[in-house]
């Protein structure tokens, strides 16, 4: 796995979004947009340097937040702002769930693309979505 963090900020907050629809939180260590899979570090104690193995294959997408707490209340913008940066994008997985915002790199032929949330006081920061896995792409 590598020389594991030493500390907390070194490391990303994620959730995870698997296919069969678990959801799991922790800490993104050795993420890649150009690799295969990347270990998520637990949510307790993640500096121990245990890490699961996860692969692009079996995700939707991986969600980077400002914490694992989230607001249930809150509802995802599906409005993007006028002064948004990147293309607008619209992605429905096949699951149902869609999320909108924009890109600056998405390309059909990648593993996956980052995305940035319509609504800026989103607690995603930025979303990894892996390609193959979304049943529908657009941009809008």
């Keep these: 796995m590598g020389t594991p963090a030493r500390t907390l900020d070194q490391l990303n907050k994620v959730v995870v979004a698997h296919l069969d629809g678990r959801r799991l939180k922790g800490y993104a ?19 121990q340097g245990r890490g699961t193995k996860l692969e692009m294959k079996d995700l ?15 509802h995802e913008s599906e409005l993007i702002e006028p002064k948004a940066h990147g293309r607008k994008i619209e992605v429905t997985f096949r699951d149902g769930e869609r999320i909108v915002g924009t890109t600056e790199g998405y390309n059909p032929q990648k593993v996956g693309f980052f995305m940035l949330p319509a609504n800026p006081k989103s607690n995603n920061l930025r979303m990894f979505v892996i390609t193959k896995n979304a049943r529908q792409v657009r941009l809008i």
């Design 60 to 74: 939707k997408a991986v969600f980077f937040v400002k914490d694992f707490v989230g607001n249930r209340d809150s």
């Design 29 to 47: 260590y050795d993420f890649s947009a150009l690799k295969d899979s990347f270990n998520l570090l637990p949510q307790e104690d993640p500096l």
